[in-house]
């Protein structure tokens, strides 16, 4: 027979395996699963707003360093790099040519972003959010692109 114990939160004794493992020493939690989620789910819907607020704090406060250690950590640039690949592309997309005063399709402000092939890590160039994930879409294929491009001219 498995073992029992009684959650702390709704009072009914449950199987063991109804509760979650603390793997720090090995015991179980002291409310069931269905009740922590629960627990959780109330706790994120009232403290929405809380969270949001926080959020936006955090974003607010992160020093610009941040930006430029991501910079280099990801893509081997600096800022004074990044700011000529934007200078030589006229502070716009290298495909569309929207710059960062546009729209996204969700409505929002849009920033432009590092375009780079997946397999060697190469910075290409900065292009908008709607052509950088195109270009991911179509798994950084040349040839792919081809073919999406005449697909498209057949109907015009």
């Known amino acids: 027979?498995?073992?029992?114990?009684?959650?702390?939160?709704?009072?009914?004794?449950?199987?063991?395996?109804?509760?979650?493992?603390?793997?720090?020493?090995?015991?179980f939690s002291p409310s069931c699963k269905k009740c922590t989620i629960?627990?959780?789910?109330?706790?994120?819907?009232?403290n929405r707003d809380k969270r949001a607020a926080a959020h936006k704090r955090r974003?607010?406060?992160?020093?610009?360093?941040?930006?430029?250690?991501?910079?280099?950590?990801r893509y081997g640039?600096?800022?004074g790099d990044y700011e000529k690949m934007l200078a030589a592309q006229n502070f716009k997309c290298?495909?569309?040519?929207?710059?960062?005063?546009?729209l996204t399709p969700r409505g929002?402000?849009?920033?432009?972003?590092i375009d780079h092939c997946h397999t060697t890590k190469k910075v290409r160039g900065i292009?908008?959010?709607t052509c950088n994930t195109a270009i991911g879409g179509?798994?950084?294929?040349?040839?792919?692109a081809r073919a999406a491009a005449e697909y498209l001219e057949k109907f015009q």
């Not at 974003?59 to 950590?73: G, Q």
């Not at 179509?138 to 792919?144: A, I, M, T």
Request: a positive charge; one cysteine or more.
């Open 108 to 113: 929002k402000p849009q920033r432009l972003h």
């Open 38 to 46: 629960f627990k959780a789910d109330a706790h994120a819907k009232a």
């Open 138 to 144: 179509l798994r950084d294929s040349p040839e792919l």
């Open 127 to 129: 292009l908008c959010f």
């Open 1 to 27: 027979m498995e073992d029992t114990k009684t959650c702390r939160f709704c009072g009914q004794n449950k199987l063991v395996s109804d509760f979650y493992l603390d793997r720090r020493d090995n015991s």
């Open 77 to 79: 640039l600096n800022k």
């Open 59 to 73: 974003l607010a406060a992160r020093p610009d360093h941040m930006k430029e250690h991501k910079l280099k950590w």
């Open 94 to 102: 290298a495909i569309c040519g929207a710059d960062e005063t546009c």
